[in-house]
C-alpha cells in the first residue's frame, strides 16, 4: 500500500497526532505557569484585579443600572479575555512552531487548535473565580441562580469556535505580513471598548441609531450578553443573540479553515 | 525484493525569488499600488525521477545549493512538490535536523514525549521506549533539567536517541553522523549500520563521498535541480569527485 504524501486524510492525521496536540496544550499551561512565582494562582489574579478596578472606576457611573455588577463585569471580562488571548496565540501558533514545521511533515491545523485550546483551559480554571463570586453574592447579596446556569457553556462554546477561526485567519495573514501582529493589537484594544464589558449598550442611550446597531454587530455583544443572562438570570434567553453568534462563529471557522488549506502548503516558504 | 519504498515521478519545485523581500502589510499595499512586485521564478528543483527499493541505500550528492535538502524535504513530505509526486511507503524517521522539536522550557524527559509526538507517536509508545531513549543517549542524570541548560552536544545526543528509537522504514539523513564526541558519534554510526541490517531503507545527504561509498549502495547527483548521474554507489562517487576536481581547476 503507497501512501500519498499528496493527499493526507485529514480524519487519519488528526487520529495519528491526536498525541500532539494534548502534549502541544500540556506544553502551554505547564511552560506559562512553571516560571512564575504566583503559578496557576495568576489565573485567578489578573481577571480579579482588572475586574477590581473596573468596578472601583466605573460602578458610579453604572451600578445604578446594572444588576450585580462585580458579577456583570467579571463575566465581560473573562470572555474578553478568553477571547483576545485565544486568537493572539493562534495567530502566533505558525510562526513560533516554524522550528518544526520547516523539518518535520507534521498537520499545521494542529497549532492554531492546540493553542487555542490551551487557552480554553485555562479560560474554564479562570471561571472559578466567577463562581467565588457566585456564591458570595447568593449568600449576602440574594441573587438567585436560574436553571439556564447549565445553559452557559452554549456561549463558551460559540466563542471557542469563533476564537479558532479568527485564530486560522490571523495565523494565516501573520505567516504572510509580520506586521499584522500589531494591527491586531490594537484592533483588540478597540474591541475592548466595543464589547459591553462595563457597560451595557441598552442603558447608555445612545441616540444614533447606527452606532447602536455597529456595537450591537459586534459577536462578542451576543456572546457575553447571553452568558451573563445564564449567570445573572434576569432577562429572557434571546434566540437572536444566539443564532447570530452561532452563524457568525461558523461562517468564521469556515472560511479560517478554508483560507489555511489553500495556504498551508506555502507557510514553509515564508516562516 | 525491488519492492520501491521511496517514488519520485517527475518532481519540481518552484520557488517566488522576491528581490527585495516584502513581509509586512504596509510595505505590500505599497508596492502593489507602485506595482512593484517583481517575482523572479526559480526551480529549486526541475524534474527529478527516481525510485528507492526496499532496503537500498541512497547516498544524493551534489554541491551547495544544489537541491538536495529540497530534495529530502519533499521526500519528508515537508515540502509539497509543485508539479509531479512523490509516495513513500511507511514509516518515515526524518533526521534533517536533530532536536528541531525541542521546547527549551521543557525537561528532557517532557522532551522525548513531545518530540515523539511530533513524529506522530502514541503516548504509550514512546512510553514503552523510554528507557531505551534514556540509556542510549546517556543522560539519565539530566532527564529532569529543563533543555535550555542543555550543551548542543547534550541536545543533539538527546535527539538522535528518540529519532533512532523507533522502528522506521525509511531513514533520512542530513549530514547528522557528526552528533557528540567521537566515542558518541562511533556508537549512532554502529547503530545507523543495525539498522541497515534490518533492511532499512535510507536516504543519505553529503558532500564526502567516502561516508556515501561506506554507507550506500546506490547514489544520484543533484546539480542547478537535475539528477545528472544516477547508478552504482561507486560509479557515480567517481563522477562526482572527477567533477569536483575539475571545479577547483
New interface residues.
Given amino acids: 500500500m503507497l501512501q500519498k504524501i499528496k493527499n493526507s486524510n485529514f480524519v487519519q492525521d488528526f487520529l495519528k497526532y491526536r498525541y500532539l496536540l494534548s502534549e502541544i496544550i500540556r506544553r502551554n499551561i505547564k511552560v506559562q505557569y512553571r516560571d512564575s512565582v504566583l503559578g496557576i494562582f495568576w489565573t485567578f489574579l489578573q481577571p480579579l484585579l482588572s475586574t477590581l478596578v473596573l468596578v472601583a472606576v466605573f460602578s458610579n457611573i453604572f451600578h445604578n443600572r446594572t444588576e450585580y455588577y462585580p458579577i456583570y463585569v467579571l463575566c465581560g471580562r473573562l470572555l474578553y479575555d478568553f477571547y483576545s488571548q485565544a486568537t493572539k496565540r493562534g495567530m502566533r501558533s505558525i510562526t513560533t512552531a516554524a522550528g518544526v514545521i520547516k523539518k518535520v511533515y507534521v498537520p499545521k491545523y494542529i497549532y492554531p487548535l492546540g493553542n487555542t485550546l490551551s487557552c480554553f483551559v485555562t479560560f474554564l480554571i479562570s471561571l472559578l473565580v466567577l463562581v467565588a463570586f457566585m456564591i458570595y453574592f447568593i449568600i449576602f447579596k440574594g441573587m438567585s441562580l436560574t436553571p439556564y446556569v447549565l445553559l452557559a457553556i452554549v456561549p463558551v462554546l460559540i466563542l471557542y469556535i469563533l476564537s479558532f477561526g479568527v485564530g486560522m485567519i490571523l495565523a494565516t495573514m501573520s505567516v504572510f505580513f509580520k506586521d499584522i501582529e500589531y494591527l491586531y493589537e490594537v484592533f483588540c484594544m478597540l474591541l475592548f471598548y466595543m464589547t459591553p464589558v462595563f457597560y451595557s449598550v441598552e442603558t447608555l442611550n445612545i441616540s444614533n441609531s447606527f452606532i447602536k446597531m455597529g456595537l450591537m454587530a459586534n459577536p462578542l455583544y451576543s456572546i457575553v450578553n447571553l452568558f451573563r443572562f445564564c449567570i445573572i438570570g434576569t432577562g429572557t434567553w434571546n434566540w437572536g443573540w444566539f443564532f447570530y453568534s452561532f452563524g457568525f462563529a461558523i461562517v468564521t471557522v469556515i472560511i479560517g479553515g478554508l483560507l489555511f488549506r489553500a495556504k498551508e502548503d506555502k507557510f514553509i516558504l515564508h516562516i | 525484493m525491488s519492492e520501491p519504498v521511496i517514488?519520485v515521478e517527475n518532481v519540481s519545485i518552484l520557488?517566488?525569488l522576491n528581490k527585495e523581500k516584502v513581509?509586512?502589510?504596509?510595505e505590500?499595499v505599497i508596492k502593489v499600488l507602485k506595482r512593484k512586485i517583481h517575482f523572479t521564478e526559480f526551480w529549486a528543483l526541475n524534474d527529478v525521477s527516481f525510485t528507492v527499493n526496499k532496503g537500498e541505500r541512497l547516498g544524493v550528492l551534489g554541491f551547495n545549493g544544489a537541491g538536495k535538502s529540497t530534495l529530502l524535504?519533499t521526500v519528508?513530505?515537508?515540502?509539497?512538490?509543485t508539479k509531479g509526486?512523490?509516495?513513500?511507503?511507511?514509516v518515515?524517521a526524518?533526521m534533517?535536523?536533530l532536536g528541531?522539536?525541542f521546547?527549551s522550557?521543557?525537561t528532557g524527559k517532557?522532551n522525548i514525549?513531545?518530540y515523539g509526538?511530533?513524529?506522530?507517536?502514541?503516548?504509550k509508545y514512546i512510553e514503552e521506549r523510554y528507557d531505551e531513549i534514556v540509556a542510549f543517549s546517556e543522560l539519565e542524570k539530566f532527564m529532569d533539567v529543563p533543555i535550555k541548560n542543555y550543551s548542543s552536544g547534550m541536545r543533539a545526543r538527546l535527539g538522535f536517541s528518540i529519532a533512532t528509537a523507533v522502528e522506521p522504514e525509511v531513514l533520512i539523513l542530513d549530514e547528522v553522523l557528526s552528533v557528540g564526541d567521537a566515542r558518541f558519534r562511533a556508537k549512532s554510526e554502529k547503530k545507523i549500520v543495525d539498522m541497515f541490517d534490518k533492511g532499512i531503507t535510507v536516504l543519505f545527504v553529503s558532500h564526502n563521498t567516502d561516508q556515501v561509498r561506506r554507507i550506500c549502495n546506490k547514489a544520484i547527483i543533484i546539480d542547478k535541480g537535475k539528477v545528472i548521474a544516477n547508478g552504482d554507489v561507486n560509479e557515480v562517487c567517481d563522477i562526482y569527485d572527477k567533477l569536483v576536481s575539475e571545479g577547483k581547476k
Fill in positions: 517514488k520557488f517566488n513581509d509586512n502589510l504596509k505590500y524535504k519528508a513530505g515537508v515540502l509539497k512538490p509526486s512523490v509516495e513513500v511507503q511507511g518515515i526524518p534533517i535536523e528541531a522539536g521546547d522550557n521543557y517532557e514525549y513531545l509526538a511530533t513524529m506522530g507517536y502514541s503516548k
